[in-house]
C-alpha cells in the first residue's frame, strides 16, 4: 500500500512537473511570439513613418540651408503681409534651391524660411495624428546638445515658430543615436532606453536627415514601451492559467471558449456592420452632393467636361462643383480640405455650400472667395482650412476668371499643347478673416482645355516613397494623347494606380477636365435682359473676324435694334425665344449675323425708307429703326420658314 501510495504520489509529483513545465514553456513560447508580433508591428509603422516625415523634409531642394538658417536665427520672424502672401508660388517652395534662396534678399529669405517652417510643421502634426506616437520631434545636434526644430502636437499655432528648447543627449543611453551619426548610411535605428526622470521605458526611432553626407538633423518617434511589456506580461500570466485550466478541464474549457469566440465574433461583426452602414451613408450623403456632369452638360455644346473624386476613407475634403450661373456662364470649383474624415466631409459641405451660393449671385471670383473666406473663418475652432481654386467662365466669348486660394497649379491646353498654368497663389480660405483674393483673367480659345486636381494627385506615392508630382501629370496627360475631357480623366486614374502599385491611397483624389468648345449660335428668352449677351456674341465674333473697330459699333447698334423689335412685337401674347448666328462667310468676306424667332410673321425690309426732313423735329419714328439698321450694315435680307429668318451682314475686310 506504502509503495502504491510512494508510487502514486511520484506520478503525482512529476504530473505536477510536467503541467508546471508545459506551463511555463507555453508561457514563455507565447510570450516571445507576441514581442516578435508586436515589434514587427513597430518597426512597420516606423518605416512607413520614416518615408513619410523624411519626405517632409528633404523634398525641399533648400533643406539644408533651412536648417543652418533656423538654428542661425534662433527662430522663425514672420514676414510682412506682401512678402507672406504674393512673393512666391508657395505650392513651388520645393523646388528653390539653396543657389536660388542664397540669391534672395533677406526679406524675401526670412518669408521662404517661415512659409517652408509652416509647411513642414503642419505636415508634422498630420504625421502626429496619424501615428501611434507619444512624440514626434526633430532636433539638430551639435555635439550632445541638441536644438529642437519641430515638435508635433494638437496645437497648430506651435507651427509658427522654433521651439526655445534644447537638449542634453547621454550618448551612453543612446548609443545608436551615436553610432548613426557617426557612420550615417541614410538609414533609421531603434532602441530602446528607461528615461530616470520619467520612470518609463521607451521605444525610440531615430531617423537621420542628411546632407552633403553629415546627419544634418534626426527625426525622433517615440512610444511608451512599459505599456507593451506589461500588456504582454499581463497576456503570459492569464495564458499560464488558461494552461491549468485547460489541462484540468479540457473539454468544458473547449466549449467556453467556442462560446465566447462565437458571441465575441457575433458582436463584433455587428459592429463592423454598423460601422460599415454609418459608413455608407456618410458617403451617400457625400456623393449626392456632387453635382451631375451629364446634367449640367445635356444640350450645351459650348464646352465638354468630366470630373473624378475618390476619397482615401470612404469620406473626405476634396470636392468640386459645375454649375451654370446663367444662360452663358459657368461656375467651377474643385477645393481640398486640410482634414480627412467625416470632420472634413462636414467642413467641405459647409464651404461648398457658401461658395456655389456666392457664385450664383453673379459675385466677381475674387469677392466671392473673400466672402466665404469671412463666413468660414467665423468660429473655425477645430482650426480647419480648404484650398480653392474657382473659375468663372463666359461661353460666349472665352474670357475666364479665376481665383486660386492657395490650390494646385491648374494645367491649360493652348495652341495645342499642354503646360502649367503657374501664377502667385493667394492664402486659403478659413485661415484668417483678413485674407485678400485677387482674381487673374486669361481668355479660353474654341479647344482650349483645362485639367484641375487636389495635391491628392501630385502627393500619390509608389512602395518607394517618390511622388506622382506635376512632372507625373504633364507625363501622364501627354501620353493620352486625347481631347475628350472623359479620356484624359479616365487615364490619368490609371496612371496614378499603375504608379502607386500596392502602396496605400494617403490623401483623397479629386480632378476635373474642362473643354472649351466656343458657340457660334445662342437661343435666349425675347426679353431685354438678355440684349447684353446677345451683343457680347456680336462684338466677340465681330472683333474675331477682323471687322474694322467703327464698324464693330456700327453692328452693335444694328443687333440692338432688331433684338429691339423682336422683343417689343414678335410675341405680343406669349413667352418666345430668339436664335442668334454670327458666322462668316471666307469667300464673300462678311460676317452674317442671323436672328431667328417663331412670333408673328413680319418682313421689316418691306417697309420704304422714311423722308428725311431738313428740320430734325420733323423725323418720325416709325420705320426709322430700321432705315438706321439699314444704314449701318452693308445688307439685310429676310426670309420666312415656319420662323422670321433676318440676317444682317456687315464686311470684314477679307475676301478668299
Not at 474624415?341 to 473673400?370: C, D, H, Y
Not at 484668417?432 to 483673367?441: F, K, L, N, V
Amino acid at each position: 500500500m506504502n509503495n502504491i501510495k510512494k508510487r502514486s504520489c511520484k506520478i503525482y509529483l512529476v504530473f505536477v512537473a510536467m503541467f508546471f513545465l508545459i506551463s511555463a514553456i507555453s508561457t514563455l513560447f507565447i510570450r516571445y511570439i507576441h514581442i516578435r508580433s508586436h515589434m514587427d508591428e513597430v518597426q512597420t509603422e516606423a518605416d512607413n513613418l520614416s518615408v513619410y516625415a523624411k519626405n517632409r523634409i528633404t523634398s525641399y531642394e533648400a533643406y539644408g540651408w533651412l536648417i543652418d538658417h533656423w538654428l542661425e536665427t534662433g527662430g522663425v520672424s514672420e514676414p510682412v503681409d506682401e512678402m507672406k502672401y504674393s512673393w512666391i508660388n508657395i505650392l513651388d517652395l520645393p523646388l528653390v534651391t539653396e543657389e536660388e534662396v542664397r540669391a534672395m534678399s533677406k526679406e524675401e529669405q526670412e518669408a521662404y524660411s517661415y512659409i517652408c517652417y509652416t509647411r513642414i510643421a503642419y505636415g508634422f502634426d498630420m504625421l502626429y495624428s496619424s501615428f501611434n506616437t507619444e512624440e514626434l520631434s526633430c532636433i539638430s545636434m551639435e555635439g550632445d546638445t541638441a536644438r529642437v526644430l519641430f515638435k508635433a502636437d494638437d496645437d497648430s499655432s506651435n507651427n509658427y515658430h522654433l521651439p526655445d528648447k534644447t537638449i542634453h543627449i547621454e550618448f551612453d543611453e543612446h548609443r545608436a543615436l551615436k553610432d548613426m551619426i557617426d557612420a550615417p548610411d541614410g538609414d533609421g535605428v531603434m532602441e530602446t532606453y528607461y528615461s530616470a526622470e520619467d520612470r518609463v521605458t521607451y521605444l525610440v526611432y531615430y531617423i537621420p536627415i542628411i546632407h552633403d553626407g553629415e546627419v544634418k538633423a534626426v527625426i525622433i518617434w517615440r512610444r511608451d514601451y512599459s505599456d507593451v511589456e506589461k500588456m504582454i506580461t499581463r497576456d503570459s500570466v492569464g495564458i499560464s492559467i488558461a494552461n491549468v485550466i485547460l489541462l484540468l478541464l479540457i473539454d468544458l474549457f473547449i466549449i467556453m471558449i467556442y462560446r465566447r469566440y462565437h458571441r465575441e465574433k457575433m458582436n463584433y461583426a455587428s459592429m463592423l456592420e454598423r460601422e460599415k452602414a454609418e459608413m455608407d451613408v456618410c458617403t451617400k450623403i457625400q456623393l449626392s452632393q456632387l453635382p451631375d456632369i451629364q446634367k449640367e452638360i445635356s444640350g450645351r455644346n459650348e464646352f465638354d467636361m468630366s470630373a473624378y473624386i475618390e476619397p482615401a476613407r470612404g469620406v473626405g475634403g476634396d470636392f468640386y462643383d459645375c454649375f451654370m450661373i446663367d444662360g452663358h456662364h459657368i461656375g467651377l470649383v474643385i477645393a481640398d480640405v486640410s482634414d480627412k474624415g467625416i470632420p472634413a466631409a462636414m467642413f467641405m459641405m459647409a464651404a461648398r455650400s457658401l461658395i456655389k451660393s456666392e457664385m450664383k449671385q453673379n459675385e466677381r471670383p475674387e469677392t466671392v472667395m473673400r466672402k466665404v473666406n469671412e463666413q468660414l473663418s467665423d468660429r473655425n475652432e477645430a482650426g480647419m482650412f480648404v484650398t480653392v481654386w474657382l473659375a468663372v467662365i463666359d461661353l460666349i466669348t472665352g474670357k475666364c476668371s479665376v481665383v486660386n486660394a492657395g490650390h494646385e497649379n491648374p494645367l491649360v491646353r493652348h495652341n495645342g499643347s499642354w503646360e502649367i498654368c503657374r501664377y502667385p497663389h493667394m492664402m486659403p480660405a478659413a485661415v484668417t478673416p483678413d485674407a485678400g483674393y485677387t482674381q487673374r483673367e486669361y481668355a479660353l480659345e474654341p479647344g482650349d482645355m483645362i485639367f484641375v486636381y487636389t495635391d491628392g494627385v501630385t502627393d500619390a506615392l509608389d512602395s518607394a516613397g517618390r511622388r506622382f508630382g506635376e512632372d507625373g501629370i504633364l507625363k501622364a496627360i501627354d501620353r493620352c494623347g486625347s481631347t475628350d475631357p472623359e479620356s484624359i480623366v479616365s487615364s490619368m486614374r490609371t496612371d496614378i494606380k499603375r504608379f502607386s502599385g500596392s502602396a496605400d491611397q494617403f490623401d483623397d483624389i479629386c480632378m476635373i477636365c474642362f473643354k472649351y468648345n466656343g458657340t457660334d449660335t445662342i437661343t435666349v428668352n425675347a426679353s431685354d435682359d438678355e440684349l447684353s449677351a446677345v451683343t457680347e456674341l456680336v462684338m466677340h465674333k465681330a472683333e474675331r473676324a477682323g471687322v474694322d473697330k467703327s464698324r464693330i459699333s456700327s453692328l452693335r447698334l444694328a443687333s440692338e435694334e432688331i433684338f429691339g423689335n423682336i422683343v417689343d412685337y414678335a410675341y405680343p401674347d406669349k413667352a418666345g425665344t430668339v436664335t442668334v448666328t454670327v458666322s462668316e462667310d471666307k469667300e464673300t468676306g462678311l460676317l452674317n449675323i442671323t436672328f431667328t424667332d417663331h412670333g408673328q410673321p413680319f418682313d421689316p425690309t418691306g417697309k420704304s425708307d422714311p423722308d428725311i426732313p431738313d428740320d430734325l423735329d420733323d423725323i418720325r419714328i416709325g420705320g426709322l429703326g430700321i432705315y438706321l439698321t439699314k444704314e449701318l450694315t452693308d445688307s439685310i435680307s429676310y426670309r420666312y420658314d415656319d420662323a422670321n429668318i433676318l440676317t444682317l451682314s456687315v464686311s470684314t475686310g477679307s475676301k478668299s
